[in-house]
Every structure is written in structure tokens, then in C-alpha cells.
């Protein structure tokens, strides 16, 4: 395992489009993102292009009484919206590699998740559009490079406590890069 640190920032009790919004303006930076989003009956990505535009498939946002989580993905950060008892919180996880004030050290490994599906066709609207056998059906932004597999990689952040034992403190998703899994 590796040592990073990281400091989490937890706010609650926010409007659906409250949250959608506090999202958008805590991004101030340059770097661009992916998101990640899941409503009541689909599972989607869209990406942020560092100069404040929100790409959707067929530039439709996701409808937020359906929301139920969005991440948005940076490499040195996540904000992460998520209801729960038909509220909305939002957590924003930023990492660094040296020891600051108000950053916690911990550990960290790393899984990778691939996700299943064939290309369904062109590009539409800048959006490539994979299908999995359950019908699923879900449209990866065309700015993530095609390679063999479609994955996006989870980083699990543990503290280890008086007993010495690992204990989880976080996770967040890293990436998400690749191609058709077939």
C-alpha cells in the first residue's frame, strides 16, 4: 500500500438543484473531468472540459428529481453528490503528496472495475454508445481513449488504527479509460 493524503469536506441537506449547482461552482479549476451519474433508470457519463462546460449525451442533464449520484472525476479530486432519505449530500475528496495542514495521511490501494458491453455504433454527439447484454445501455464520453477494455479504477483510502488494524476512511474513482471489452 501507498501513503497520499486526504482531506474530506462533507455538506448536507441540500435541494437536488441546489447540489447540482454547488457542484458546479465548486469547480474553479482548469483541468478537465468525467462524471459519472445514476438516476432512477439509467446509468451515464458526461465530461467537464476545464473551461466551464458540462457535456451530456445529447446535451440533456441528468433529470434531478431522478438523480440518486453523480461523480465528478478529477485526478487529484472527486465531488460526489449522493441522496439519501430523499436528501441530497455532497462530498468533495481532495488528495495531495506531502503533509499539510488539515489533511489526514493514510493509505490507499487501487482496484480496477471493467465494465462489459459492445460498441453500438459511431460516435453521436461526441458520445460513444455501449450496450451489455442485459440492455443496458450507456454513452461514454469520446474524449476517454479507446483501448481493449472500458474500466475505471476505485482508490480505497484506509487509516490504520490503535490496534494497528486497517480501517476504511474513503474511496473514490481515479479514472475512467479505455476501450470495448468484448
Same mark, same amino acid.
Given at each position: 500500500m501507498k501513503t497520499i493524503y486526504i482531506?474530506?469536506?462533507?455538506?448536507?441537506?441540500?435541494?437536488?438543484?441546489?447540489?447540482f449547482c454547488e457542484?458546479?461552482?465548486?469547480?474553479?479549476?482548469?483541468q478537465a473531468g468525467i462524471i459519472y451519474y445514476s438516476t432512477d433508470d439509467q446509468v451515464d457519463f458526461g465530461y467537464y472540459d476545464g473551461k466551464g462546460n458540462w457535456k451530456f449525451?445529447?446535451?440533456?442533464?441528468?433529470?434531478?428529481?431522478?438523480?440518486?449520484?453523480?461523480?465528478?472525476?478529477?485526478?487529484?479530486?472527486?465531488? &460526489?453528490?449522493? /441522496? %439519501? $432519505?430523499?436528501?441530497?449530500?455532497?462530498?468533495?475528496?481532495?488528495?495531495?503528496?506531502?503533509?499539510?495542514?488539515g489533511f489526514d495521511e493514510v493509505f490507499y490501494s487501487e482496484e480496477k472495475h471493467y465494465m462489459w458491453g459492445s460498441q453500438t455504433g459511431g460516435v453521436?454527439?461526441?458520445?460513444?454508445?455501449?450496450?451489455?447484454?442485459?440492455?443496458?445501455?450507456y454513452h461514454l464520453p469520446e474524449v476517454i481513449a479507446p483501448g481493449k477494455s472500458y474500466?475505471?479504477?476505485?482508490? &480505497?483510502?484506509? /487509516? %490504520? $488504527?490503535?490496534?494497528?488494524?486497517?480501517?476504511?476512511?474513503?474511496e473514490r474513482i481515479v479514472s475512467v479509460d479505455g476501450g470495448i471489452r468484448r
Open positions: 482531506k474530506k469536506d462533507v455538506s448536507g441537506n441540500v435541494s437536488g438543484c441546489m447540489a457542484m458546479k461552482e465548486k469547480i474553479c479549476e482548469q449525451y445529447k446535451d440533456i442533464e441528468p433529470d434531478i428529481d431522478a438523480l440518486q449520484e453523480m461523480y465528478l472525476i478529477f485526478p487529484d479530486k472527486e465531488i &460526489y453528490i449522493y /441522496k %439519501a $432519505g430523499g436528501k441530497f449530500y455532497m462530498r468533495l475528496l481532495t488528495e495531495i503528496d506531502m503533509k499539510t495542514e453521436e454527439n461526441g458520445f460513444y454508445s455501449v450496450s451489455e447484454d442485459s440492455g443496458v445501455t474500466v475505471y479504477t476505485m482508490r &480505497y483510502y484506509f /487509516k %490504520a $488504527g490503535d490496534d494497528g488494524v486497517l480501517e476504511p476512511v474513503a
